[in-house]
Nanobody, 113 residues
Framework: QVQLQESGPGLVKPSQTLSLTCTVS??????????WSWIRQPPGKGLEWIGA???????EYSPSLKSHTSIFRDTSKNQFSLQLISVTPEDRAVYYC?????WGQGTQVTVSS
């Protein structure tokens, strides 16, 4: 069974870069059956898809976040990562990494000085 685990800082200052990593076990990030995504849920709001990286390494992003988002992978570690540049308090959310029907437990990120 595929398992995903997010890791990264829980607190980031405004204008800094948020970096999160998802470690995958039980499935390879280069396996064609999977589609690896980052999703977030701000407090009191619904889920928001941020972007994804496919098994071939190609990426796609939400149009509203594309300008300051980057998703990349480390195949040697079976990990994929998210970077949000120049974060604001509106980026406060629980961040999830997902692979098709599999989800990590989520990690809370707060943006505050």
């Amino acid at each position: 069974q595929v398992q995903l685990q997010e890791s990264g800082p829980g607190l980031v200052k405004p204008s800094q870069t948020l970096s999160l990593t998802c470690t995958v076990s039980g499935g390879g990030i280069t396996d064609s059956v999977y589609y690896w995504s980052w999703i977030r849920q701000p407090p009191g709001k619904g889920l928001e898809w941020i972007g994804a990286i496919r098994s071939d390494g190609s990426t796609e992003y939400s149009p509203s976040l594309k300008s300051h988002t980057s998703i990349f992978r480390d195949t040697s570690k079976n990990q994929f990562s998210l970077q949000l540049i120049s974060v604001t308090p509106e980026d406060r959310a629980v961040y999830y990494c997902t692979g098709c029907d599999y989800w990590g437990q989520g990690t809370q990120v707060t943006v505050s000085s």
